[in-house]
């Protein structure tokens, strides 16, 4: 008798608990509050203590007003892009030392390497697609473009990377070799002595070592990305 009572009794928790949940919105459907309290969770906009913001893992950006001390760091991060801070830099600023050496790095491979936009920024949404870092992808795509990309290339990276190693139709010899670099570098971090072969075939040594160092890169900002939760920047 007493477990037949601690049964019905865990039935009407459950009950009353998901009677409790279709409260939480104004709609009658009890599916869409279900999808509406799980695809729109709490910390995705504002924190409940003041309208503070967080992310989609529950850590806050900071604000756009820089604290004392830290003026400096703000501007120059503005400089470098263009004006406004992203929400990448609001989540960076949470520890101003990492967002300076961040901003400084960076910095160097956006604006100061030899080997060419086209090549990093290939690589980049490359990373973007293999780690799910939509972030990534959507803030990178329109610079491949501008840079001398294609949809169709952007398309082929996403249909499958290894696929498109092999496509000589839409990738010439230096982006298959930047593509296979950059597949083995994020899938197995270490790289086929023909692979690397390949690449010093094509570019000179610093280039080499250029696009290396941005795909590490890449690699480590679409990890930051996917692990703090940052939400797309919203559109202007």
């Known amino acids: 008798m007493g477990a037949a009572m ?3 009794g865990f039935c009407l928790f459950v009950v009353v608990s998901l009677s409790g ?3 939480l919105s104004p709609s009658p459907d009890y599916d869409g509050n279900l999808i509406q309290m799980f695809a729109n969770p709490a910390w995705s906009a504002e924190s409940a203590g003041g ?4 992310s989609k893992s529950g850590i806050p950006y900071v604000s756009d007003t820089p604290p004392a001390g830290s003026e400096e760091l703000y501007n120059a991060i503005r400089a470098r892009r263009g004006g406004q801070l992203a929400n990448l830099d609001r989540m960076l600023l949470n520890s101003p030392e990492f967002a300076r050496g961040w901003n400084t790095m960076f910095a160097a491979i ?20 293999m780690n799910k870092a939509d972030y990534e992808l959507e ?3 329109p610079i491949f473009l501008s840079a001398g990309g ?3 290339q952007l398309n082929a990276i996403k249909k499958g990377v290894p696929a498109a190693i092999k496509n000589t139709k839409l990738f010439d010899e230096s982006e298959r070799a ?5 597949y083995e570098m994020t899938r197995d971090v270490t790289v086929k002595k023909a692979t690397m072969a390949k690449i010093r075939s ?7 070592v250029e696009l290396i160092g941005t795909i590490a890169g890449y690699n480590m900002v679409s990890r930051f990305l996917v692990a703090t939760g940052i939400d797309p920047e919203e559109a202007k």
């Open 178 to 182: 930047t593509l296979a670099l950059t």
């Open 150 to 152: 294609s949809q169709e």
């Open 6 to 8: 601690k049964k019905w």
């Open 21 to 23: 949940i279709s409260l």
């Open 110 to 129: 956006r604006g100061k390497l030899d080997v060419s936009l086209k090549l990093r920024e290939l690589a980049i949404v490359t990373i973007g697609v």
């Open 139 to 141: 803030a990178h795509a």
């Open 51 to 54: 309208g503070e913001k967080v």
């Open 202 to 208: 094509i570019l000179p040594t610093r280039q080499v």
